[in-house]
Nanobody, 120 residues
Framework: QVQLVESGGGLVQVGGSLRLSCAASGFTFKTYAMSWYRQAPEKERELVAAITSTGEVTKYADSVKGRFTISRDNAKNTLFLRLNSLKPDDTAVYYC?????????????WGQGTQVTVSS
């Protein structure tokens, strides 16, 4: 059974930091590209950061570049997102995503999300 379990969210003041984790199980984590998305109230879900299966390549939304860092530990089947210099606009539910495209099938898994609230 595939599971993605996010943790590490919470309430933080403007300028503060958090570290989100996503524990993966039930699939071959090291072969999947991983991403963090977020969804704020009454807004569409948006891509925050992504990382390739090996961790060699990362990309970020312009709104978080220089403040957030995505990383992964393939030995521990865990994805991370470090959030620094947090702003009120970063308030959202943050979701972990695992994706793999093969010649036969596409795989796409989501976690249940973790709430990040930035207070001013």
């Amino acid at each position: 059974q595939v599971q993605l379990v996010e943790s590490g969210g919470g309430l933080v003041q403007v300028g503060g930091s958090l570290r989100l984790s996503c524990a993966a199980s039930g699939f071959t984590f090291k072969t999947y590209a991983m991403s963090w998305y977020r969804q704020a109230p009454e807004k569409e879900r948006e891509l925050v950061a992504a990382i390739t299966s090996t961790g060699e390549v990362t990309k970020y939304a312009d709104s978080v570049k220089g403040r957030f860092t995505i990383s992964r530990d393939n030995a521990k089947n865990t994805l991370f997102l470090r959030l620094n210099s947090l702003k009120p606009d970063d308030t959202a539910v943050y979701y972990c995503n695992a994706a793999l495209v093969t010649s036969i099938k596409e795989y796409d898994y989501w976690g249940q999300g973790t709430q990040v609230t930035v207070s001013s």
